[in-house]
């Protein structure tokens, strides 16, 4: 049976001593939740697969945050597509053009690492805009030539992993037709779009010209899905379906033209943007998205007290809301209006 006996305060004491000796400073209760997770799997006597799983998952979580660490502050688009898809289909030219595209506007790109679609990002991105985090497998992938060619990647055994690094990086996605790995990753940033366990950020299904594949998934997902209840009638709302690549890097540069982030002070939802909206544009939005509040209105100010304790994003203007939670899968739609607004910047940044 599983021990239950809780950490001896001994060895809490020893493993906060240890950090001290190892020289951390920073997050040290963090730290120690971590090393104590560890001593506290031992003493559950947790099954030795277990153990290799967490042990390898911490690993390569690791391995990921040491690769995107000297690129904090550089926006990146994660490309999705399938590892098939070969150099003269009409798909792989978009997914590079695309990549190249963003990289010009000064954004990095990360893919998969593998071949098909995910080498033509990296080909169109260039070897110092790319980031890989591949997968290894018993066949088909390794790392392609450009990111492997930069070191600019990191390998991982397992794919929750994997996804977590391709979504946790990016504040843009772009999906380009693929097999069960490309819609198993689009539905998962739907999923946690539409649960607000993900902060909002603009998804594009990109194809090539005239192809139909997203269109088809949006004619399933409307007479099947929203027909039968499973999901509401705007929730694939949430993405932008395109063959162009053009309108597609506009939808992912716009979608921070005037949004900027958003952090919640206790039962408030504080969004921050580039350019404060007047008094009119606010009664507008207001008026517009009344439905989306749980009480009171929408307030323009300045940064609230837990925002000025931690220094953070001082300088932006805010809007303030109790926004209901059911509702919170449609912000979305708050955050295309603020960017339409007259105040807003006239051009995205990157």
């Known amino acids: 049976m599983a021990s239950t006996n809780p950490i001896p305060p001994e060895v809490t004491d020893e493993l906060r001593a ?3 000796a190892a020289g951390i400073a920073e997050n040290t209760d963090l730290i120690a939740r971590i090393l104590a997770t560890g001593i506290g799997l031992g003493l559950d006597g947790t099954d030795r697969l277990d153990l ?11 391995a990921a945050f040491r690769l995107f660490a ?7 688009v994660t490309i999705f597509g399938s590892a098939r898809t070969l150099p003269d289909d009409a798909r ?12 010009d506007r000064g954004w990095m790109v990360v893919t998969g690492a593998g071949p098909g679609i995910m080498q033509a990002a990296a080909e169109g991105a260039g070897p110092e805009q790319s980031l890989g985090v591949s997968i290894r497998l018993p066949f088909e992938e390794k790392p392609n030539a450009i990111v492997e060619a930069s070191a600019r990647n990191v390998a991982m055994k397992y794919f929750f992993t994997r996804k977590l690094m391709l979504v946790k990086e990016s504040t843009g996605f772009v999906c380009v037709p693929g097999g069960f790995g490309t819609l198993d990753e689009m539905f ?9 366990k993900a902060e909002p950020t603009p998804i594009v299904l990109l194809d090539e010209p005239g192809g139909t594949f ?3 998934l949006k004619q399933f997902v409307d007479d099947q899905l929203v ?18 690549v053009e309108a597609a890097t506009a939808a992912i540069t716009g979608f921070w033209r005037n949004y900027d982030s958003l952090r919640w002070v206790g039962g408030k939802l504080v969004l921050r943007l580039k350019s404060a909206p007047t008094d009119a544009e606010v009664a507008s939005l207001n008026d517009r998205f009344a439905g989306l509040l749980a009480s009171g209105r929408i307030e323009r100010t300045g940064p ?3 925002e000025r304790e931690d220094g953070d994003r001082l300088d932006l203007p805010r809007l303030v809301m109790r926004l209901n939670q059911w509702r919170v899968g449609e912000l979305y739609r708050l955050i295309g209006a603020i960017n339409d607004l007259e105040s807003a910047p006239r051009s995205a940044a990157g």
Not at 56 to 62: D, G, K, N, Q, S
Not at 188 to 196: A, D, I, K, R, V
């Open 92 to 103: 792989y030219r978009q997914a590079s053009e695309m990549a190249a595209a963003l990289a």
């Open 52 to 62: 290799k799983i967490t042990s390898a998952a911490l690993t390569e979580m690791r």
């Open 227 to 244: 027909s039968s209840g499973v999901i509401s009638p705007d929730d694939f709302d949430r993405v932008f379906v395109t063959d162009s």
């Open 188 to 196: 998962e940033l739907l999923t946690l779009q539409q649960t607000g």
């Open 70 to 76: 000297p690129y904090d502050g550089i926006p990146k």
């Open 304 to 306: 609230l007290r837990s």
């Open 18 to 20: 240890t950090i001290d």
């Open 214 to 216: 997203w269109t088809g």
